[in-house]
């Protein structure tokens, strides 16, 4: 391609508290239309909103998890405009002083390290949703004043894959520090992507178009790869691209005009007079520090360099912050790395990735991993059976020392005991045994599952193979 592709993100996310961002209507998600509003919700007059500290308290936490310098006040300001969903007639947002600026995030984009960095972000209060017909509009006012954060990036991303690998890092900071559940199924987290070319080479980016709203990652990643293709083909063909702002139809695949795009749109902002400034103080910022987590890039990095995983295998530990915590707990309590991390990332997340559920409402806890794993290190158990011992454990919410027990699993140490069972196999399968090559591995192997199936998994597989090669070599040197 012959364009220098440039992206800039600005997210919404909305914030998780118990009352929305100015009033005391529940913040919750509501299939019901209409019931977690209030009179500050419809814009009654004579209302008089009230700042949730809460949501304060979290996007001073999520500025410092994107490395923003924060204000030394929080201002609130009104941004006025008349649409459907918004019923005061303005938006009580943040433009004056938002709550972080200049801010940057390290991200992964396949093995190598992107820097994002951050316009801002800023704190405000969410619009009505709009359900449009053929023929009429509805208006959901439960989403009207919720507190929703905006995260607005410079114009610093050169691909859909640098864009996704950032959307992902953002969600896993909301997930991380409980900011926001950020379902993009609910709403919750949603994205305008600003998208421009320009020839390689340019010293000036090409002309900006806006696309609006989308709400799924996968559905950025379309929107971007077929406005790059659209924008490329109307630049080849000598046509110049407009201003605009655009919609994505994920039914079709492709972005459809709006309306034409005003670069400066005066929305007459000026300070709340409503809410006064009030001072981020030290000992706020302090608290607030307290709060936040080691964070996944950090811990993505830690896995590497002190574990000595993979990145594959650091990142997918470290998708949600609770199977970092059940990892790190397992390795404390002395099991090896990688070993606790092939354990969780196969079979436990296995396991609750099909049942849907979080790791900590897994039965098997980190004790019943550790506890597991040293009866492989102990020889107790083999590994196949270790396999089967964690599904029993899951099915009957037992422990390993108790499936191990009633199913009499204990492994089979004693070299006079396999080796009669070896003896026995040998004996059934002579012709075979006659003709072992010691160059070829094929024999062995078939004697070993033989003898494991007749011990019913329970001999040591390391012994049984010694023993098997011992016992063929001294029949094939007497004949």
């Not at 433009?95 to 951050?118: E, H, L, Q």
């Not at 209060?125 to 990036?153: K, M, Q, W």
């Not at 919750?188 to 020839?199: E, W």
Request: proline share 4%.
């Amino acid at each position: 391609m012959n364009y220098e592709v440039t992206i800039g993100l600005e997210v919404h996310c909305e914030v998780k508290t118990k009352s929305k961002m100015f009033s005391p209507a529940p913040n919750n998600y509501n299939e019901n239309p209409n019931e977690n509003i209030s009179e500050i919700d419809l814009g009654f007059p004579g209302i008089l909103p009230i700042a949730n500290m809460e949501a304060v308290r979290k996007s001073i936490l999520m500025a410092m998890a994107l490395n923003c310098k924060l204000p030394e006040k929080m201002f609130f300001d009104r941004k006025n405009y008349y649409y459907p969903d918004l019923p005061k007639g303005y938006q009580i947002t943040q433009n004056t002083k938002p709550v972080g600026i200049n801010g940057y995030i390290d991200v992964y984009v396949a093995d190598k390290v992107k820097r994002i960095n951050i316009h801002d972000i800023h704190l405000e209060e969410d619009t009505a949703s709009l359900d449009h017909y053929d023929t009429y509009s509805l208006i959901d006012y439960n989403r009207a004043g919720v507190p929703l954060l905006e995260t607005v990036t410079e114009p610093c991303i050169h691909s859909s894959e640098e864009a996704l690998a950032f959307l992902d890092s953002l969600r896993r900071i909301f997930l991380y520090t409980n900011i926001s559940e950020a379902r993009t199924d609910r709403g919750q987290m949603r994205c305008d992507v600003n998208i421009s070319l320009a020839k390689k080479g340019s010293k000036t980016l090409g002309t900006k178009v806006e696309m609006k709203n989308i709400n799924s990652f996968s559905n950025v990643k379309d929107a971007i790869e077929y406005e790059i293709k659209r924008q490329s083909e109307l630049l080849d063909s000598g046509e110049k691209i407009v201003m605009e702002t655009r919609r994505y139809d994920d039914t079709t695949g492709k972005t459809y005009r709006m309306r034409e795009k005003v670069e400066n749109l005066d929305y007459k902002y000026y300070i709340e007079p409503n809410i006064p400034p009030f001072k981020i103080t030290e000992k706020l910022i302090n608290e607030i520090k307290e709060e936040l987590p080691m964070l996944q890039f950090e811990r993505i990095n830690k896995y590497i360099n002190e574990y000595e995983l993979s990145l594959y295998d650091a990142t997918i530990l470290t998708k949600n912050i609770e199977t970092a915590l059940y990892f790190e707990e397992v390795i404390k309590k002395g099991v090896e790395p990688k070993i606790a991390a092939n354990w969780i990332n196969t079979r436990i997340l296995g396991y609750i990735n099909k049942e849907e559920i979080n790791i900590n409402d897994c039965t098997f806890k980190t004790d019943d991993l550790v506890e597991l794993i040293g009866y492989i290190n102990k020889n107790v158990i083999s590994t196949k059976q270790a396999k089967d011992i964690f599904y029993k454990c899951l099915e009957e919410n037992k422990k390993p020392s108790i499936i191990i027990k009633e199913n009499n699993m204990e492994q089979i140490t004693d070299t006079n005991a396999i080796l009669s069972v070896i003896k026995e196999v040998i004996n059934e399968n002579l012709d075979l045994a006659k003709s072992y090559n010691p160059e070829r591995g094929r024999t062995v192997d078939f004697f070993v599952g033989q003898v494991m199936k007749k011990t019913k998994g329970k001999a040591n597989p390391k012994s049984a193979m010694d023993l098997i090669k011992e016992e063929l070599l001294k029949l094939i040197q007497k004949n």
